[in-house]
């Protein structure tokens, strides 16, 4: 029998509300948010030449206290994407964390938030290379709670490939490659579904639009893997950790489309869709058709973790308020 969650995210502003007040990180100080401006030059603007990363925070309030979720291991993924675009930015991943704790501090938010760092080529200037631009960094947080629904998500395979390791890593978060998720997004939702799901160009699955997939045969958890054209994810690695504590083998492979029609259960993850059960793909139920009882419970197991109530997790939790951030 399927369990309830007991722990969904607290009721938030959705992702599509635009963003306004607070303060930013932005050429080396911390400002209004409204004050961090580029110029339309900028490269970044102009190519796509940027990377970033979002990190949740998620507000405790018998702790009175915001909790983000493995900080250091995201801005660990960051500083390896800026060195993918050739950026050499003066600050160390304690450095970045702190500048976030400090953001959000000044905010003063006491609600579930999103982080978004960015490092981009800054100098406005029109040529299309690596070395050429200046590097800049910036840090800012909004309110936000959840990014897509997560009791049960209807689902289709794109008419659009997931991008390659030879034409723009998707290791990487860089902000050009985006272009392709909002393309299969896009087609997705015009056509009545929640999201959808990539394949590679070999036509194996490699992710959702900007979401891990895992997919449950038995008490197997199935996920494609790094070499699949996939976002190593933060989140997904959590996900794999949670599932030895209800005993599952996980077992990463290359997984064929219809495997995924035939699948017992299935959902995605990552840091905006948090853990979301899939229902339905391509018009076929997904197991009994309802969220199956394992991704359930990771979900269940996931927001304890994330929100500081699971003691055996409390190493992922950065406190923003409460102390100095732990770096792992």
């Not at 190519?47 to 801005?75: M, Q």
């Not at 689902?155 to 998720?181: E, H, L, M, Q």
């Not at 959590?238 to 064929?256: H, K, P, Q, T």
Request: proline fraction near 6%; aromatic fraction near 10%.
């Amino acid at each position: 029998m399927a369990v309830e969650p007991l722990h969904a995210p607290d009721a938030g502003p959705p992702p599509t509300q635009s963003i306004y007040g607070g303060f930013a990180y932005f050429q080396g100080a911390i400002v209004p948010f409204d004050d961090a401006k580029v110029s339309i030059g900028t490269h970044a603007l102009n190519y796509g030449t940027a990377c970033f990363e979002g990190i949740r925070g998620y507000w405790n309030p018998d702790h009175k206290e915001i909790y983000l979720l493995k900080l250091a291991e995201h801005y660990q993924r960051f500083l390896k994407s800026t060195a993918l675009l050739k950026m050499k930015l003066d600050v160390s991943v304690e450095q970045l964390c702190e500048l976030t704790r400090e953001v959000i501090q000044r905010d003063g938010y006491r609600t579930d938030v999103y982080v978004r760092p960015i490092a981009y080529k800054a100098s406005p200037i029109i040529k299309v290379d690596l070395h050429s631009p200046k590097d800049a960094v910036a840090i800012f947080a909004m309110p936000m709670g959840g990014y897509s629904r997560i009791d049960g998500l209807r689902v289709t395979i794109s008419s659009w490939r997931r991008i390659s390791d030879n034409s723009i890593p998707a290791r990487a978060k860089i902000t050009g490659a985006y272009i392709n998720t909002a393309l299969a997004t896009e087609d997705a939702n015009a056509a009545g579904y929640d999201d959808c799901l990539m394949l590679t160009e070999d036509g194996h699955i490699a992710e959702g639009s900007a979401a891990n997939f895992f997919m449950v045969q038995g008490r197997t958890l199935v996920t494609p893997p790094v070499t699949d054209d996939i976002l190593v994810g933060i989140t997904r690695a959590a996900v794999m950790r949670l599932a030895l504590d209800f005993e599952l083998d996980i077992l990463e492979r290359s997984v064929d489309r219809t495997e995924v029609y035939q699948a017992d259960e299935a959902f995605l993850c990552g840091t905006g869709v948090q853990v979301a059960p899939i229902v339905e793909v391509d018009g076929r139920p997904i197991g009994s058709g309802r969220p199956g009882s394992i991704t359930l419970g990771l979900q269940d197991a996931y927001f304890r973790a994330v929100r500081g109530n699971d003691p055996r997790y409390r190493q992922w939790c950065t406190p923003v308020y409460g102390g100095m951030p732990r770096i792992t």
